[in-house]
């Protein structure tokens, strides 16, 4: 690997695609001939490398992007890769047939494992050329999204707000604030809905057609296969979600009541869900530096690991955690694999968040740099509910070092996040039954989408009260969600792992080294097992098995009343 240097400072090149386009044909050329199984192997690694590099650099670019998508040089990148990445994936679908095809098989699953030839078989199941031009608009429309909300320009008071910052407000003891927050930001989504619901409306025939053009019945089981989920299907996702209807939305309706005990109301409305405390939630003690130093300090007691992997994402800087104009919203973690490094992107707003995302993204980048060693771009990352039991995991496996962040409000804290595990569940099987609804019913207009919405969120969050926040009362609080947007059924990924995390951190109460070591193992084996058997690895029980969500939910709510009954 090149010598590392800080992220401003590495080195970004557009790819040549003349160059890239010989490189791939003479791949192509030499697989078709090749006489052996060691020089078959020699081109695998060769694509495996220029895949690496291709991969480094568009990550590069998309950072960029997302650091300031006014930036128009960041743009001007960004729409290059839109623009012709569907080639690329084009010459790797070429490349992949005759990997597939060659007479050396054997010889490359014995070499690179049979996951990664099934992971090549169903990338070829969900391309052909004559998509190109739909991925470049698919992309177009996903830009025009993220430009949207990443320029939202909301004043209250004298003070401009975005979507992230926001958030500040919406934690405040003073109703009043809160409710003007929330309401303020429901008005800028108003004021955009028409393109948002075109451009919701485009990328949904779009995907459609896409899944149509290659034989799927509809974009459901392309997407399936694209992400990769060879070991369950949509009725396993069905029977995961009908136990949390069952088991945890009794559950999180008495936490919201009791939440409005708390909070001295008499019941909950929008703009009182994101405060859980009458004198606040808990907020980290210090600033953005002040929290990363005491991150450092944390990582370096967790484990040998974790000190060298904190360390290097602070010397390098590969990190960007502070919410500015033009940013785009969220957090995510990405890598570069040429220089076998990841990096970190969040939106800090002076809320519990703050730490939660740091803990969260961080899994993910210490997954990545546990798994910088694989030279199979397959294996770097695993499917994205295997990433979620990474991210979600630390954020419990570090809940010995909170009190650094939080002082006296530490067990407000804690008693704040797991509760916060348990109650996001309904939610994301709400997002993920929506999705399987929208993409069954694709002609549906934008109104009989968001009464879709309105009528899950009676079910999966039948304490939600929207009669103050009309234009919420439509059924329009999806569209805030990003992952609808641009990726269509992840979210259900978040509560499969949620489900594993806390087992995680159910046994890290029990013995926290020996959670910390399957923990460690499950990073280590990076995306080389698929999910069922990456849960078996980091000894879990299935999220799909009959009485596992129970299990956990109830050691979960157990516990939260023995230490924290004050608040229930």
Not at 231 to 243: I, L
Request: proline share 4%.
């Amino acid at each position: 690997m090149p010598e590392l240097t800080t992220f401003s400072e590495l080195p970004y090149v557009r790819p040549d695609l003349t160059r890239l386009e010989s490189d791939y044909t003479r791949i192509i050329n030499g697989l078709q001939d090749a006489a052996t199984a060691a020089d078959t192997l020699a081109l695998v690694h060769q694509w495996n490398t220029l895949r690496s590099d291709i991969g480094t650099m568009h990550s590069l670019a998309e950072v960029h992007y997302t650091q300031n998508v006014a930036d128009e040089h960041a743009k001007e990148e960004k729409n290059f890769y839109d623009a012709h990445m569907p080639t690329v994936i084009e010459w790797n679908t070429d490349v992949a047939k005759k990997v597939l095809s060659s007479p050396h098989r054997a010889a490359i699953a014995d070499a690179c494992g049979t996951l990664f030839l099934d992971r090549l078989e169903q990338s070829d199941k969900t391309f052909a050329p004559e998509m190109k031009e739909m991925l470049i608009r698919e992309s177009d429309l996903m830009n025009r999204y993220n430009e949207i909300t990443a320029s939202a320009q909301i004043e209250i008071d004298g003070v401009t707000y975005n979507l992230s910052s926001i958030g500040t407000l919406q934690i405040n003891p003073d109703r009043s604030i809160r409710e003007r927050a929330v309401v303020a930001q429901y008005a800028f989504l108003q004021e955009h809905s028409a393109e948002l619901d075109d451009i919701f409306d485009k990328l949904v025939h779009l995907r459609d057609e896409k899944a149509k053009l290659l034989g799927f019945p509809s974009y459901t089981e392309f997407r399936y296969i694209e992400f990769g989920r060879i070991d369950y299907t949509s009725d396993d996702v069905e029977k995961f979600r009908a136990q949390v209807r069952e088991h945890v939305v009794p559950l999180a309706t008495v936490f919201r009541t009791a939440q409005a005990k708390r909070l001295g109301l008499d019941s909950i409305h929008l703009y009182d869900e994101k405060l859980h405390f009458a004198d606040g939630n808990p907020i980290a003690e210090g600033d953005h530096d002040w929290i990363v130093e005491r991150a450092q300090r944390m990582y370096a007691d967790l484990s040998p690991e974790t000190h060298e992997f904190f360390d290097l994402m602070q010397k390098h800087e590969l990190m960007d955690l502070k919410t500015r104009d033009n940013k785009a919203t969220g957090g995510y973690c990405t890598s570069f694999p040429t220089f076998g490094v990841p990096f970190i992107f969040a939106n800090f707003n002076k809320t519990t968040h703050d730490v939660e995302v740091l803990t969260h993204e961080a899994g993910h980048a210490f997954q990545a740099y546990r798994s910088r060693i694989y030279s199979i771009p397959e294996y770097r990352w695993p499917t994205a509910e295997a990433c979620e039991i990474h991210s979600m995991g630390m954020e419990f496996l570090t809940w010995p070092w909170m009190d650094l962040f939080f002082g006296s409000q530490t067990d407000k804290f804690r008693f704040y996040h797991l509760q916060g595990a348990l109650v996001f569940l309904p939610y994301g099987c709400a997002v993920d039954e929506f999705q399987h609804w929208v993409y069954a019913n694709v002609d549906a207009t934008p109104a009989e989408r968001n009464a879709k919405w309105k009528e899950l969120e009676s079910i999966y969050m039948p304490w939600r009260d929207l009669s103050d926040v009309p234009y919420a009362n439509q059924g329009t609080q999806w569209q805030f969600q990003r992952h609808i947007y641009e990726s269509p059924f992840y979210y259900i990924d978040y509560a499969l792992a949620q489900t594993c995390a806390l087992q995680f951190w159910k046994r890290s109460q029990e013995d926290r080294q020996l959670a910390l070591k399957d923990y460690l193992k499950i990073c280590d084996v990076g995306g080389s097992q698929a999910f069922l058997d990456i849960v078996k690895t980091g000894n879990l029980k299935s999220p799909f098995d009959e009485g596992t969500l129970k299990e956990i939910v109830d050691s979960s709510y157990n516990w939260l009343k023995r230490h924290y009954g004050h608040y229930l």
